[in-house]
């Protein structure tokens, strides 16, 4: 199948804003609760009417201190309350918001300011104030400064307490559907970033379409309040459609600033979220942990039974629902029932135990993967899309999920392959071009539809399968073509990697780089007994390159002998985005890689 077309289900409003759904529902429901904020420790509550209030005394502040209609500021920050509050205060009198990632390097940040020319920035405490200070001579457009941890909204409250609130309504109701939200910055892989420009409507269609189709799953039982912990960056296009379309679907919202497990867990376990949506690597820690735990208290034979059990049932099941199949069997909906007691109901309580669905993208997730977390009773919806698509563009449907798959458009979306099998896109949620490039605009926009620059094919339910990016295929010197992004994620399967990498362009053959995950290598030495190692120490033991010989080895099977990694090393280290080695977003930078590592790359070419 070449192209297929979902059929919208919402359209965007012919006037108005983001921010209009703020007030309209604190109109309707008042007292509903609209929010979850961290205090002291604690959750506390937040109305549909507190919320309101709240963003309407940070609109009048924003007035008095020089924010005009039209304006772009820039908020640099982790995901947080306050980010939300600035998001909707900004929208309400007008402004563009140009959201940076926290841990973007000063050049970077200089970048991004310039370019939008950004007339005030909200940053989260003090360090992001001296990154900008140490550019701002070269930031003539810059005029003011909010710190959040120096109380800037407390600062902005006092400041607008003389201004009526008809004056912010005014530059409310001047918002259009096509007037300009957001301009977020792709996360560069290759080059400079650019300023992806974003409308009120992109985001209204986006997230209108997606609350209409899959809305049954936000809740985890008939009825219940449907409530979601954003620990995503709100500075990725992902978490800020989690953002909006959780305040349009009154979906109960809460903020989570770390994404590692010893701050994520205990607030994941106190919130109770009924769904969540995450990357992929998080269901991957999720699952890792829960093994390493079955394996320190002796019960992994039992957990990998389980874990297959879990994969078959919901194999089964996923046939059944396709009508290819009767289903599981008797026995293995009895092995089924007895692991939910005894595996199950554990993975679910680490993710709060309310959670019944989730969503992921930014990468590929493996097909077994989800297998396993859909038969644990957790059914995660895979997605994809881009910043030019304002976040997903397609996602498996709940009554059809196909794992392995991004499922098929999500409504009012049409993806149709080209004849080099690039995935084009065309919709409502596609971008209105790059801000001052209208070079790379054109060479991404055609007539409405956007060029992706990954590579996918459409089975013949619509289902959508990527297989790679056109940037990223690899020639070897024979001339043999290589997407190396399948080899990659199936080395990453395994426990102990952290990040792969593969390389070969002008080469004779196929290798790779990879490093580890210190959590699971530390619990794989205790387990066997073995002494802690330096890192250098580490990637000569010869046990531990068996069981990433058993990775490649496991990815090999995938593609013919060609195209099959020949030779790996392993590295001491792991890519950083401190290192320019990765986006803010985590994929890998290929060229910079290549050329921090020239020499591992090399050796693994000698003869």
Request: charged share 25%.
């Amino acid at each position: 199948m070449r192209e297929f077309t979902s059929p919208p289900v919402a359209s965007a409003p012919p006037v108005g804003g983001l921010a209009d759904v703020v007030f309209d529902h604190a109109l309707e429901d008042p007292l509903r609760i609209a929010l979850g904020r961290k205090v002291d420790g604690q959750w506390r509550d937040v109305t549909s009417a507190e919320f309101r209030d709240e963003i309407l005394a940070l609109a009048k502040g924003l007035l008095a201190q020089g924010v005009r209609f039209g304006d772009r500021v820039a908020i640099m920050s982790r995901t947080r309350y306050e980010w939300t509050l600035f998001d909707f205060a900004l929208w309400s009198v007008g402004a563009q918001v140009v959201p940076i990632y926290p841990t973007s390097s000063a050049e970077q940040v200089f970048w991004m300011l310039y370019d939008a020319e950004v007339s005030a920035c909200v940053v989260e405490h003090e360090d992001h104030s001296m990154t900008i200070g140490s550019v701002i001579d070269r930031l003539p457009a810059l005029r003011r400064l909010w710190q959040l941890d120096s109380d800037a909204v407390g600062e902005l409250r006092a400041a607008g307490e003389h201004i009526d609130d008809e004056v912010v309504h005014r530059h409310r109701r001047a918002v259009m559907p096509d007037s300009v939200a957001t301009v977020i910055y792709t996360s560069g892989t290759t080059g400079r970033p650019k300023g992806c420009v974003l409308s009120h409507a992109n985001f209204m269609y986006e997230a209108d379409n997606v609350i209409t189709r899959w809305e049954p799953v936000f809740h985890s039982k008939r009825g219940d309040e449907a409530s979601t912990l954003l620990f995503l960056p709100l500075a990725h296009v992902f978490g800020r459609m989690v953002e909006v379309a959780a305040v349009r679907g009154r979906v109960k919202l809460g903020h989570q600033p770390n994404l590692n497990a010893a701050a994520l867990l205990p607030d994941l376990a106190a919130f109770r979220p009924s769904f969540i949506l995450a990357v992929p690597y998080i269901f991957e820690k999720v699952f890792n942990a829960a093994r390493r735990k079955a394996e320190n208290d002796g019960k992994i034979g039992p957990f990998d039974k389980a874990v297959e059990v879990a994969v078959k049932y919901w194999d089964a099941m996923e046939h059944k629902a396709f009508g290819t199949g009767p289903g599981p069997s008797a026995a293995l909906r009895v092995q089924h029932q007895l692991f939910d007691k005894l595996v199950y109901s554990k993975v679910r309580a680490a993710m709060g135990g309310r959670v019944r669905h989730a969503m992921s993208g930014g990468s590929g997730m493996d097909r077994r993967l989800g297998l396993f977390f859909a038969g644990a009773g957790v059914l995660i919806f895979e997605g994809y899309g881009l910043t030019e698509s304002t976040a997903a563009a397609t996602a498996n449907p709940p009554e059809q999920t196909r794992f392995g798959t991004v499922g098929r458009p999500i409504p009012g979306t049409t993806v149709h392959i080209a004849d080099d099998s690039e995935v084009w896109l065309h919709g409502g949620h596609v971008f209105q071009g790059y801000l001052g490039n209208p070079k790379a605009t054109n060479e991404t926009l055609h007539d409405g539809w956007l060029a992706t620059g990954d590579l996918g094919h459409l089975d013949e339910d619509g289902y959508l399968t990527i297989t790679g990016r056109k940037k990223e295929i690899l020639v070897t010197s024979g001339g043999k073509s290589v997407s190396p992004s399948q080899l990659e994620e199936r080395v990453r399967d395994h426990p102990l990697v952290a990040q792969c990498i593969v390389v070969g362009n002008d080469r004779p053959y196929i290798a790779a780089l990879v490093t580890l995950d210190a959590d699971s290598v530390d619990h794989w030495l205790n387990m066997r007994a073995k002494p802690k190692l330096s890192p250098t120490d580490l990637v000569r033991d010869p046990d531990l390159e068996t069981e990433i010989r058993r990775a490649v080895v496991a990815a090999n099977t995938l593609v013919s002998q060609a195209e099959s990694i020949r030779t790996f090393r392993i590295l001491a280290h792991q890519f950083s985005e401190e290192q320019g080695l990765l986006t803010p977003s985590l994929k890998l930078k290929r060229k910079a890689i290549e050329q921090a590592y020239e020499a591992e790359v090399a050796a693994l070419y000698r003869a």
